[in-house]
């Protein structure tokens, strides 16, 4: 099983990355995680640009998301709203069928409880892009900045406790998704 990991943050050592870092480390041995990173790298979205043949950095987003049982993502909030390069990031999948039907969940890490708002326009574009949100995957859990040890993980067991339920949940709900579906072919 594949567990697709997006940050929204290109902070280096950002809570978010943080965050991703510590659920990939909490997946099960039979879970192959993968931290997307090349954000900064997609051009600005161009419906004109989403043709054959694709910018090189946009087919590897839609490749990775084509191989993902699973989708965890993590997002600061930027002005009330989701981060400009990771709406970009969003705005490359859609059209591409990479989200439709995908488990998908997400860890709201910020350390003072709000991006409410963020989360909120998250959960529109994965609606209307199709995925499958699993509501148990979802969590709001505050990540103050000095609980990120110098490994970029999180060592806290209360704050690992719920990331790895949210990892737990969103594999099982892939996991079933991918048993009807091999059931309904």
């Known amino acids: 099983m594949n567990l697709l990991l997006i940050g929204g943050s290109l902070r280096n050592q950002s809570v978010n990355a943080a965050v991703l870092a510590t659920a990939a480390e909490l997946a099960r ?10 954000m900064a790298d997609l051009p600005h979205f161009n419906p004109d640009d989403d043709r054959h043949p694709l910018p090189e950095p946009v087919a590897d987003l839609r490749e990775a ?8 993502l993590s997002t600061p909030e930027y002005a009330g709203s989701l981060p400009g390069s990771f709406k970009n990031l969003l705005d490359w ?10 488990p998908a969940g997400w860890i709201n890490p910020s350390s003072h409880g709000g991006s409410k708002d963020t989360y909120a326009a998250l959960r529109i574009v994965l609606e209307r892009a199709g ?3 699993v509501e148990s995957a ?4 505050p990540v103050p900045r000095e609980a990120v ?3 970029g993980r999180i060592a806290a067991p209360e704050i690992r406790d719920v990331i790895g339920r949210a990892v737990s949940e969103l594999l099982e ?3 079933v998704q991918r048993e009807q579906t091999t059931r309904g072919s």
Do not use: F, H, M
């Open 93 to 102: 999948t859609i059209g591409g069928g990479g989200l439709y039907r995908l």
């Open 131 to 133: 995925a499958s949100i």
């Open 29 to 38: 041995a039979s879970v192959q995680p993968v931290i997307y990173e090349r």
């Open 65 to 72: 998301l084509e191989r993902a049982d699973a989708l965890l």
């Open 149 to 151: 040890g110098p490994n």
């Open 138 to 141: 979802c969590a709001d859990i």
């Open 173 to 175: 709900a892939a996991k």
